[in-house]
């Protein structure tokens, strides 16, 4: 049977089956939202989790479909204006970018991959309503200690504070009375299908959400606070709701209750030490999260040497599926979940990894192919100054991986969409240059098509601020400094950014 490492969905609560076939027998698929047996159940549940994350008794736990809903009801809900976000990965940087979708202004504070930023040294300005903080970030496996978002909300205790635990709850230890907003979804350290998240709200988050409808905000319709509050005060949900997810949560919960979460957590925490032992010592891979201290004990990311398709592969060929890197890592990094469900599976992981049948990525490594995409406008070239993966600190024009499938114009125009939501016909790319490059501090290989085609409008957009700082024009003929150096070979090659199609390489 396959093991499901993967950070979300993965692998389910062991006494899983019978929960479902409870579930079925007692009836629970066909009971009403509005019925006494309903109620009675989301009780359960509640209480449950009440007890497990020691919910203080006056704060409100409302049902709604995932995490991602909880950010977007949380800034519909709180802030009218300006919300400040600490970004340590993709999914922090998302909270700030539904913020920004609902017309707010938000401050980021970002970090390159792999780190985070100092929250001790944040300096928040006083028309902060809501500070969003990411408990366990899943894209790059950097946990913030409990201590520390603490501290935050000492510094800083008018804003309300939003704490992400979508991949640490029920682990994440989170103080809940110096915090306002909790959310997490259940296909992660719960063990359960998807399609269910839980928002844990404060009096005083409830009274903002009242104050901003009173001032004229629209904050949403059955799921604004209010309604939530309104229906929860009956043990009920607004709308028909995930019934059978909320009475799974609510078994779930209560087994980790019997089991103790204090023994559930030493064992999740000796798990991860022995991982990242595993990983230090290994000869391909090397944990992304260098600094002890802000690495999470329940999402496990690893930087690999070359591409991850072959250890992938090997893995899940004897039953260990193990994620991939998120986003623009997803060939570069790998993801090892380390949930209550894993407990005991992670040894045999780990020998895996140790043996020689995996060590076969150490004659397996390939060169990537990638693109790199010169947009011209009036005698200049974009370029922006990447902050993080195998090129940072210096500038480069948008580009990436070709997916398997794509021609190097077709990948020229995602990547570009991707990065700077602009848009570039397919049509329009011609070739510059094909480069063999060797980065030697990574140990990467790629070779690479310099694409190039003209942009006469828009402005381009920082989508992945993660990666990277700005995008700027520069004349042709003044380049900023350092490149990276697939371009630095291309134009030693001879490429003419102000040129037709040209082909020049260095192979
Ligand atoms: C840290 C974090 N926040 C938010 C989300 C979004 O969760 P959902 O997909 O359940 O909305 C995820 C999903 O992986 C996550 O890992």
């Not at 209480?47 to 809903?69: M, Q």
Request: glycine letters at 8%; charged letters at 15%; hydrophobic letters at 40%.
């Amino acid at each position: 049977m396959t093991i499901n490492f993967n950070p979300g969905p993965s692998q389910p609560y062991p006494k899983i089956e019978s929960f479902i076939a409870d579930a079925l027998s007692d009836g629970v698929a066909g009971w009403s939202h509005r019925s006494p047996e309903f109620s009675s159940m989301l009780t359960y549940t509640e209480n449950n989790l009440r007890l497990l994350l020691e919910i203080p008794t006056d704060y409100h736990v409302w049902f709604l479909a995932s995490a991602t809903e909880a950010m977007e009801r949380i800034i519909q809900n709180t802030v009218s204006t300006t919300s400040y976000h600490i970004e340590m990965g993709a999914f922090s940087a998302k909270f700030a970018t539904i913020a920004e979708q609902l017309g707010k202004t938000v401050i980021r504070s970002t970090a390159e991959w792999g780190s985070r930023p100092d929250l001790d040294q944040l300096v928040v300005p006083d028309d902060v309503e809501l500070i969003a903080v990411t408990h366990n970030e899943t894209s790059t496996g950097v946990a913030l200690d409990v201590g520390t978002i603490n501290r935050l909300h000492s510094r800083y205790p008018k804003p309300l504070l939003a704490v992400d635990m979508v991949s640490s709850a029920p682990l994440t230890g989170l103080d809940l009375y110096q915090t306002d907003l909790a959310f997490f979804s259940v296909q992660k350290a719960f063990g359960l299908p998807s399609g269910l998240g839980v928002l844990i709200a404060s009096p005083r988050a409830l009274d903002t959400a009242s104050r901003l409808l009173a001032a004229g905000q629209v904050i949403g319709s059955y799921h604004s606070f209010l309604s939530l509050a309104k229906s929860a005060a009956k043990h009920q949900t607004p709308e028909t709701p995930n019934g059978l997810g909320i009475y799974l949560l609510g078994r779930v919960a209560s087994d980790m209750l019997d089991i103790g979460l204090t023994t559930i957590r030493s064992q999740i925490d000796q798990q991860a030490a022995a991982i990242y032992t595993a990983l230090e010592t290994h000869p391909h891979l090397r944990p992304l999260v260098t600094n002890p201290v802000f690495r999470s004990s329940t999402v496990i990311v690893a930087e690999i040497t070359g591409n991850n398709g072959q250890l992938l592969d090997s893995l899940s060929a004897v039953g260990h599926m193990v994620g991939k890197g998120y986003a623009h890592q997803r060939n570069s990094h790998i993801r090892i979940a380390n949930f209550p469900a894993h407990i005991g599976t992670t040894p045999k992981l780990i020998n895996l990894l140790g043996t020689g049948e995996m060590n076969s990525i150490k004659t397996a490594q390939h060169p990537g192919i990638g693109v790199g995409t010169y947009l011209i406008r009036d005698n200049r070239v974009l370029m922006g100054f990447r902050t993080t993966g195998h090129a940072s600190g210096v500038w480069a024009p948008p580009g990436g991986h070709i997916e398997f499938g794509e021609s190097p114009a077709q990948a020229a125009s995602r990547e570009v969409r991707e990065e700077t939501d602009l848009t570039i016909p397919i049509e329009a790319w011609r070739l510059g240059a094909v480069t063999n490059d060797l980065f030697a501090q990574n140990k990467k290989h790629y070779f690479t098509f310099a694409l190039m085609a003209d942009c006469p409008i828009g402005e381009p957009k920082v989508m992945e601020p993660y990666k990277l700082q700005e995008w700027s024009w520069f004349r042709i003929s003044e380049l900023p400094q350092p490149l990276m150096i697939s371009v630095q070979n291309a134009l030693e090659a001879g490429l003419d950014l102000s040129g037709a199609e040209t082909v020049v390489t260095n192979i």
